[in-house]
């Protein structure tokens, strides 16, 4: 410390000191070195710094060597002996454990195999691996340390975020002991030979325990991929879980929305107006959806807000029980729908023009139909005869000038004739459902029993 320094100097002197002792955490055991430390024993600590560090860690002392040396206005001493090269310790044996509340996520590759089944590799080999998990974290674990363990929650859980192909899994533990733990390696925690990603409690203060329960709830509630959990600290009953951990997981996807409504509704604060947020993002969500999955429907619909001479078709063809012709029919207010199957022609007797606002050519099974009316079909300006005979008395006259037409088709209908027909391509829009796709989500579409629909005689 030099005899006079300015009030700057002394502040930047001090800061530099403050580095290296940080810095200090590396070394096995280090002395706690004062603010005002003499430049001799600082430079012997920077000496065994130089030997223990690499990377952005000696970067970081070197420029605290820079300052203190610029606030003192002089070079640090060379070691009377200099310090002997030590082997570098591997970066997890120099990590510094210092803490009541501690979080460990182990990643390992070698758990399960990319391909594989995460259910099926779950009800094997994934129960071995939480049961020895559950046993180290409860009777091998708390023998390491002094403190005692008070609150223990675990976790097993797939990774939602691998890549295409890959099967993942990691495990969550969160530790409270009795008192703050210090360790200047990770060997204690150690599982399966697997070193740990650790987190601490950074909260201070009455925010400590807020951060505690917050940690021990999001290792043990039930997030997307997770396999199974364990605690001793329940939520709910030994602490109160916070309506905002639940928003800001669910915001962020870890959430699904039932799990996140379920938790909202146990924690008894602010439900409703929660509950009507996430379910107004799910109908957005699931609008976007749609749009996705039928690129063709805007387009359709939007030509019919303008008057033109004709109009294109829609037609949805997907899996069957994928509620193509509920789907269409929730178009609109009072569609016209005619069953196809293996009809050669068209019947359309009972169709009103002005009262139906739409006509759903049902399950077509071949394009022959569509190609023998396509004047008909397009919705032109013209009075079509149908039905006609050599007599001519069983014909009859339609009028489809802006009435939108649809076609359902299930996903074995031949479409070679669609894609070699130039016209269907021009005049068809076509929207086609993945294999396993629905119109709806499960759940949407509530069962009626049988006991409460009235018996009615068939339809003449």
Same mark, same amino acid.
């Given at each position: 410390?030099? %005899?006079?320094?300015?009030?700057?100097?002394?502040?930047?002197?001090?800061?530099?000191?403050? =580095?290296?002792?940080?810095? +200090?955490?590396?070394?096995?055991?280090?002395?706690?070195?004062?603010?005002?430390?003499?430049?001799?024993?600082?430079?012997?600590?920077?000496?065994?710094?130089? +030997?223990?560090?690499?990377?952005?860690?000696?970067?970081?002392?070197?420029?605290?060597?820079?300052?203190? &040396?610029?606030?003192?206005? !002089?070079?640090?001493?060379?070691?009377?002996?200099? $310090?002997?090269?030590?082997?570098?310790?591997?970066?997890?044996?120099? #990590?510094?454990?210092?803490?009541?509340?501690?979080?460990?996520?182990?990643?390992?590759? %070698?758990?399960?195999?990319?391909?594989?089944?995460?259910?099926?590799?779950?009800?094997?080999?994934?129960?071995?691996?939480?049961?020895?998990?559950?046993?180290?974290?409860? &009777?091998?674990?708390?023998?390491?340390?002094?403190?005692?363990?008070?609150?223990?929650?675990?976790?097993?859980?797939?990774?939602?975020?691998?890549?295409?192909?890959?099967?993942?899994?990691?495990?969550h533990a969160q530790f409270t002991f009795a008192g703050r733990i210090d360790?200047?390696?990770?060997?204690?925690?150690? #599982?399966?030979?697997?070193?740990?990603?650790?987190?601490?409690?950074?909260?201070?203060?009455?925010?400590?325990?807020?951060?505690?329960?917050?940690?021990?709830?999001?290792?043990?509630?039930?997030?997307?991929?997770?396999?199974?959990? $364990?605690?001793?600290?329940?939520?709910?009953?030994?602490?109160?879980?916070?309506?905002?951990?639940?928003? !800001?997981?669910?915001?962020?996807?870890?959430?699904?929305?039932?799990?996140?409504?379920?938790?909202?509704?146990?924690?008894?604060?602010?439900?409703?107006?929660?509950?009507?947020?996430?379910?107004?993002?799910?109908?957005?969500?699931?609008?976007?959806?749609?749009?996705?999955?039928?690129?063709?429907?805007?387009?359709?619909?939007?030509?019919?807000?303008?008057?033109?001479?004709?109009?294109?078709?829609?037609?949805?063809?997907?899996?069957?029980?994928?509620?193509?012709?509920?789907?269409?029919?929730?178009?609109?207010?009072?569609? $016209?729908?005619?069953?196809?199957?293996?009809?050669?022609?068209?019947?359309?007797?009972?169709?009103?023009?002005?009262?139906?606002?739409?006509?759903?050519?049902?399950?077509?099974?071949?394009?022959?139909?569509?190609?023998?009316?396509?004047?008909?079909?397009?919705?032109?300006?013209?009075?079509?005869?149908?039905?006609?005979?050599?007599?001519?008395?069983?014909?009859?006259?339609?009028?489809?000038?802006?009435?939108? =037409?649809?076609?359902?088709?299930?996903?074995?209908?031949?479409?070679?004739?669609?894609?070699?027909?130039?016209?269907?391509?021009?005049?068809?829009?076509?929207?086609?459902?993945?294999?396993?796709?629905?119109? $709806?989500?499960?759940?949407?579409?509530?069962?009626?029993?049988?006991?409460?629909?009235?018996?009615?005689?068939?339809? =003449?």
């Amino acid at each position: 410390m030099p %005899s006079s320094e300015t009030p700057d100097q002394r502040q930047s002197r001090r800061a530099a000191v403050r =580095v290296i002792c940080r810095l +200090s955490t590396a070394l096995p055991s280090a002395d706690v070195l004062s603010k005002d430390v003499g430049a001799t024993l600082l430079s012997e600590r920077v000496a065994r710094l130089r +030997s223990a560090l690499d990377g952005q860690e000696l970067e970081s002392l070197e420029e605290a060597v820079r300052q203190y &040396e610029e606030a003192t206005g !002089g070079a640090l001493p060379v070691p009377m002996q200099p $310090f002997p090269n030590r082997v570098r310790e591997p970066p997890r044996q120099r #990590f510094r454990v210092h803490g009541a509340d501690v979080q460990l996520t182990f990643n390992e590759t %070698s758990w399960i195999a990319d391909g594989e089944d995460v259910d099926a590799w779950f009800q094997q080999a994934g129960v071995r691996l939480a049961a020895r998990f559950q046993g180290c974290a409860l &009777e091998e674990f708390p023998r390491k340390f002094q403190e005692r363990v008070l609150h223990t929650s675990l976790t097993l859980e797939q990774s939602c975020r691998a890549s295409d192909g890959q099967s993942r899994v990691h495990l969550h533990a969160q530790f409270t002991f009795a008192g703050r733990i210090d360790r200047t390696g990770v060997s204690d925690f150690v #599982f399966d030979g697997v070193y740990p990603h650790i987190e601490l409690n950074k909260a201070r203060g009455p925010n400590v325990q807020v951060s505690r329960n917050r940690a021990h709830f999001y290792v043990y509630c039930t997030k997307k991929g997770t396999l199974w959990s $364990f605690t001793n600290y329940w939520p709910f009953v030994d602490y109160e879980v916070q309506p905002h951990w639940l928003i !800001g997981w669910w915001a962020t996807g870890k959430l699904d929305n039932e799990q996140c409504k379920l938790y909202l509704l146990k924690s008894k604060k602010s439900y409703r107006t929660l509950v009507q947020n996430i379910e107004a993002v799910a109908q957005a969500e699931q609008a976007e959806g749609l749009e996705k999955m039928f690129l063709h429907l805007a387009t359709f619909l939007e030509q019919f807000k303008w008057a033109k001479d004709r109009y294109l078709l829609y037609a949805l063809q997907g899996p069957s029980q994928a509620a193509k012709t509920s789907f269409v029919k929730s178009l609109f207010r009072k569609p $016209f729908v005619v069953t196809i199957q293996g009809q050669d022609s068209l019947n359309l007797q009972k169709f009103v023009y002005g009262g139906h606002d739409a006509l759903i050519l049902d399950n077509l099974v071949d394009w022959s139909l569509v190609l023998k009316h396509r004047a008909l079909l397009q919705s032109n300006q013209d009075m079509h005869a149908l039905g006609e005979s050599a007599t001519g008395m069983y014909a009859y006259r339609v009028y489809l000038w802006a009435v939108p =037409v649809c076609l359902t088709l299930d996903a074995d209908v031949d479409m070679r004739p669609y894609h070699s027909s130039d016209w269907l391509q021009a005049n068809v829009l076509l929207d086609v459902l993945p294999q396993g796709a629905k119109c $709806f989500e499960d759940g949407e579409r509530p069962l009626i029993p049988m006991a409460n629909v009235p018996r009615l005689s068939a339809p =003449v």
